[in-house]
């Protein structure tokens, strides 16, 4: 599924590209920017596969151990803690994957440390400001618009916001200037972590104390294992050769260009963040914990297939942000067709055997996440898409018309799912659930049409930019 980068256009076969690509994995042969595409997969395929069958196995841990309802309050402060952490980004990190790598591609090392403090100002800024409000705002939260017990849980989020946004930070540093590696790293030093102390929590104290306290130790120790994974990247960070250059500082025009570039992620960033978390949102006001912990599980599954699915945007955004015109198109074509065909096949997979997948994963208990598991089934096929036509976006700086669109399929979202949520409940909490679903499905589809329609307008936009070098994408 990668885009391999090559210095003329041949009549190569796939096979060859994977055989080659094999071959210089098995003897660390990564020279070049054809070898550079082939290690960022590699090392990001890894991390995908770490981090997403380690989040599975950590949520189908949890999901057994807790029961429908405790793991339905489990997603709802999850859920919550994740939307205001959406207020602690803004864009930040992406606008720092972008021009770091630009300035790592031209060894401007002094630079690459000016956006890097720069932008760590501002982001931890925005860590401590987010964290006073969430917790300043716990007690309403939950008991006035939830009416659950999960009251502390919340309070502990002013922990794991600062340590999963200073992660995320970190991490970007080391992807910009394509090292894979320790992304890797730190993905398996998050889920080894967390896959050691949360079930032992579970095991040892469930039943054992009220469900406010235990809720509040799950997050605690989540809170650690990110803690640790922000500690090594920052250790490995200091002993980067850009961090021991003296800082050049931003010019007003690198620091307008930047403003130009963030503040349309700064809606973007809110706007997904809306669009990935207010179906749980919405439903834990609606319905009892139990029924949200059905629809959780059915979307976890989905979301860590569709993430393995689409693992390559990501993994060549820095190449992909030094490339423009033709080449650009003819690769990210290729690129989209591949993954196309795998989530096709991925979805119906999971549409046939959902009723396996359900029961063998989850257990009797969770029987009602079939139906559910069965239309999530849809969103494998639209959300990889969706992720590399995001990544094709940003890594070409087309942030406004790509945050406009985010927007209105977020208002879309939200308001079909109160739409559904509301005239669906009179018949059921179950029947809630699906309509919030539905409203999902629905409003994941009209996004990527949406994009779809956007990127030929991106496309003519582009048509003449060069690219870099003689090099061609095939």
Same mark, same amino acid.
């Not at 104390?209 to 803690?227: G, R, V």
């Not at 591949?338 to 009723?355: D, K, N, P, Q, R």
């Given at each position: 599924?990668?885009?391999?980068?090559?210095?003329?256009?041949?009549?190569?076969?796939?096979?060859?590209?994977?055989?080659?690509?094999?071959?210089?994995?098995?003897?660390?042969?990564?020279?070049?920017?054809?070898?550079?595409?082939?290690?960022?997969?590699?090392?990001?395929?890894?991390?995908?596969?770490?981090?997403?069958?380690?989040?599975?196995?950590?949520?189908?841990?949890?999901?057994?151990?807790?029961?429908?309802?405790?793991?339905?309050?489990?997603?709802?402060?999850?859920?919550?803690?994740?939307?205001?952490?959406?207020?602690?980004?803004?864009?930040?990190?992406?606008?720092?994957?972008?021009?770091?790598?630009?300035?790592?591609?031209?060894?401007?090392?002094?630079?690459?440390?000016?956006?890097?403090?720069?932008?760590?100002? $501002?982001?931890?800024?925005?860590?401590?400001?987010?964290?006073?409000?969430?917790?300043?705002?716990?007690?309403?939260?939950?008991?006035?618009?939830?009416?659950?017990?999960?009251?502390?849980?919340?309070?502990?989020?002013?922990?794991?916001?600062?340590?999963?946004?200073?992660?995320? $930070?970190?991490?970007?540093?080391?992807?910009?200037?394509?090292?894979?590696?320790?992304?890797?790293?730190?993905?398996?030093?998050?889920?080894?972590?967390?896959?050691?102390?949360?079930?032992?929590?579970?095991?040892?104290?469930?039943?054992?104390?009220?469900?406010?306290?235990?809720?509040?130790?799950?997050?605690?120790?989540?809170?650690?294992?990110?803690?640790?994974?922000?500690?090594?990247?920052?250790?490995?960070?200091?002993?980067?050769?850009?961090?021991?250059?003296?800082?050049?500082?931003?010019?007003?025009?690198?620091?307008?260009?930047?403003?130009?570039?963030?503040?349309?992620?700064?809606?973007?960033?809110?706007?997904?963040?809306?669009?990935?978390?207010?179906?749980?949102?919405?439903?834990?006001?609606?319905?009892?914990?139990?029924?949200?912990?059905?629809?959780?599980?059915?979307?976890?599954?989905?979301?860590?297939?569709?993430?393995?699915?689409?693992?390559?945007?990501?993994?060549?955004?820095?190449?992909?942000?030094?490339?423009?015109?033709?080449?650009?198109?003819?690769?990210?074509?290729?690129?989209?067709?591949?993954?196309?065909?795998?989530?096709?096949?991925?979805?119906?997979?999971?549409?046939?055997?959902?009723?396996?997948?359900?029961?063998?994963?989850?257990?009797?208990?969770?029987?009602?996440?079939?139906?559910?598991?069965?239309?999530?089934?849809?969103?494998?096929?639209?959300?990889?898409?969706?992720?590399?036509?995001?990544?094709?976006?940003?890594?070409?700086?087309?942030?406004?018309?790509?945050?406009?669109?985010?927007?209105?399929?977020?208002?879309?979202?939200?308001?079909?799912?109160?739409?559904?949520?509301?005239?669906?409940?009179?018949?059921?909490?179950?029947?809630?659930?699906?309509?919030?679903?539905?409203?999902?499905?629905?409003?994941?589809?009209? $996004?990527?049409?949406?994009?779809?329609?956007?990127?030929?307008?991106?496309?003519?936009?582009?048509?003449?930019?060069?690219?870099?070098?003689?090099?061609?994408?095939?």
């Amino acid at each position: 599924t990668s885009i391999f980068i090559t210095k003329k256009n041949t009549s190569d076969s796939k096979v060859g590209d994977i055989e080659e690509a094999y071959n210089r994995v098995r003897k660390h042969n990564f020279s070049g920017n054809r070898g550079q595409a082939i290690k960022n997969s590699y090392y990001f395929l890894l991390t995908t596969l770490v981090g997403k069958i380690g989040s599975l196995v950590f949520t189908i841990f949890i999901a057994r151990l807790l029961m429908p309802e405790l793991f339905g309050l489990y997603g709802i402060a999850l859920s919550t803690i994740i939307l205001f952490s959406s207020f602690s980004d803004l864009g930040i990190s992406t606008a720092l994957l972008t021009f770091m790598s630009k300035k790592f591609g031209n060894k401007e090392l002094s630079k690459e440390k000016g956006y890097y403090e720069h932008l760590l100002k $501002y982001k931890v800024i925005l860590l401590s400001s987010v964290s006073i409000v969430l917790l300043a705002s716990s007690y309403f939260v939950a008991n006035y618009y939830y009416h659950k017990p999960i009251f502390l849980t919340l309070l502990i989020g002013a922990i794991y916001i600062p340590a999963v946004g200073l992660v995320g $930070y970190f991490g970007q540093v080391f992807a910009a200037r394509n090292n894979f590696r320790m992304g890797l790293v730190k993905e398996i030093i998050i889920q080894v972590t967390r896959l050691t102390i949360v079930p032992l929590v579970i095991l040892l104290l469930i039943g054992k104390i009220q469900t406010q306290f235990l809720l509040m130790l799950i997050f605690l120790s989540l809170s650690l294992a990110y803690t640790l994974a922000a500690l090594f990247l920052y250790v490995r960070i200091k002993k980067a050769d850009f961090f021991k250059v003296k800082t050049e500082k931003l010019s007003k025009s690198e620091k307008s260009e930047l403003a130009k570039f963030v503040l349309p992620l700064s809606v973007t960033a809110l706007s997904g963040m809306f669009f990935g978390s207010i179906d749980m949102i919405m439903l834990g006001r609606f319905v009892a914990s139990e029924f949200v912990g059905f629809y959780q599980s059915s979307f976890s599954l989905i979301s860590s297939a569709s993430a393995i699915v689409a693992f390559s945007g990501t993994a060549l955004f820095p190449i992909l942000a030094k490339l423009g015109g033709k080449r650009l198109e003819r690769g990210f074509k290729k690129s989209v067709r591949i993954t196309a065909i795998v989530a096709i096949l991925a979805a119906i997979f999971t549409y046939l055997f959902s009723e396996t997948i359900i029961l063998l994963i989850y257990g009797a208990e969770y029987s009602n996440s079939i139906l559910l598991l069965k239309l999530f089934s849809l969103m494998l096929f639209s959300t990889p898409i969706i992720a590399m036509y995001s990544s094709y976006y940003i890594s070409q700086k087309n942030t406004r018309s790509y945050a406009g669109l985010l927007i209105l399929s977020t208002i879309l979202n939200i308001v079909l799912n109160y739409i559904l949520i509301t005239s669906f409940i009179s018949r059921g909490m179950m029947a809630a659930v699906v309509g919030a679903c539905i409203a999902t499905i629905i409003s994941n589809y009209i $996004y990527l049409i949406g994009l779809i329609v956007l990127r030929k307008k991106v496309w003519r936009s582009l048509k003449g930019i060069p690219s870099l070098g003689n090099i061609k994408l095939v």
